[in-house]
T-cell receptor, first 113, second 114 residues
Framework: DVKVTQSSRYLVKRTGEKVFLECVQD?????MFWYRQDPGLGLRLIYF???????EKGDIPEGYSVSREKKERFSLILESASTNQTSMYLC????????????FGDGTRLSIL | AQSVTQLDSQVPVFEEAPVELRCNYS??????LFWYVQYPNQGLQLLLK??????LVKGINGFEAEFNKSQTSFHLRKPSVHISDTAEYFC????????????FGTGTQLKVEL
């Protein structure tokens, strides 16, 4: 079974802090994705990556950056956290060939105070 | 760009009753379609997917969905629900040639009652 592990289930940070969310997958997947989930809005894509050191903007990249130095690890960075970034963050991975389903981690519930 | 509409934000149903969760999509190219389920405090789990071929696809936990190209729909059904089916259900679409990027609907909360 594919395992996608997010480093924290719950995280509380302060406005203006630099925040790192970590995601690791153990199935040698090429693609990795970061989403945020908000009530009534579903999941929205922040950033994704098709390969090491590659990154692409999703639908809502403002205020975020990412890093993929190793194939199995994809980090989401909030450069200067703001209260409107309080949300559930979900990481996913998939094989690189087309039509492959994404596999999700359990999520990180981030609160910015 | 593609979009997904799940018109029902909440669907209450009694145990052992049938249920249908509706999903409509919009895209200018051919698509792949997915249904995911999210139990409380967990990530998303794949229920089923339509890639090509037969328009009726069967998934885990007794769920099935039918792809209707003319109506651009991919409704999820289960003939008899159980309390344990209480969860949020997301429909998602990926465009052919789109690199596995998913666009999600806003979700439907299924609440099964005794």
């Amino acid at each position: 079974d594919v395992k996608v592990t997010q480093s924290s289930r719950y995280l509380v940070k302060r406005t203006g802090e630099k925040v790192f969310l970590e995601c690791v997958q153990d199935m040698d997947h090429e693609n990795m994705f970061w989403y945020r989930q908000d009530p009534g809005l579903g999941l929205r894509l922040i950033y994704f990556s098709y390969d090491v050191k590659m990154k692409e903007k999703g639908d809502i990249p403002e205020g975020y950056s990412v890093s993929r130095e190793k194939k199995e690890r994809f980090s989401l960075i909030l450069e200067s956290a703001s209260t409107n970034q309080t949300s559930m963050y979900l990481c996913a991975s998939s094989l690189g060939t087309e039509n492959q389903p994404q596999h999700f981690g359990d999520g990180t519930r981030l609160s910015i105070l | 760009a593609q979009s997904v509409t799940q018109l029902d934000s909440q669907v209450p149903v009694f145990e052992e009753a049938p249920v249908e969760l509706r999903c409509n999509y919009s895209s200018s190219v051919s698509v792949y379609l997915f249904w995911y389920v999210q139990y409380p405090n967990q990530g998303l789990q794949l229920l089923l997917k339509y890639l090509s071929g037969s328009t009726l696809v069967k998934g885990i936990n007794g769920f099935e969905a039918e792809f209707n190209k003319s109506q651009t729909s991919f409704h999820l059904r289960k003939p008899s629900v159980h309390i344990s089916d209480t969860a949020e259900y997301f429909c998602a679409v990926s465009e052919m040639g789109g690199g596995n990027k998913l666009t999600f609907g806003t979700g439907t909360q299924l609440k099964v009652e005794l």
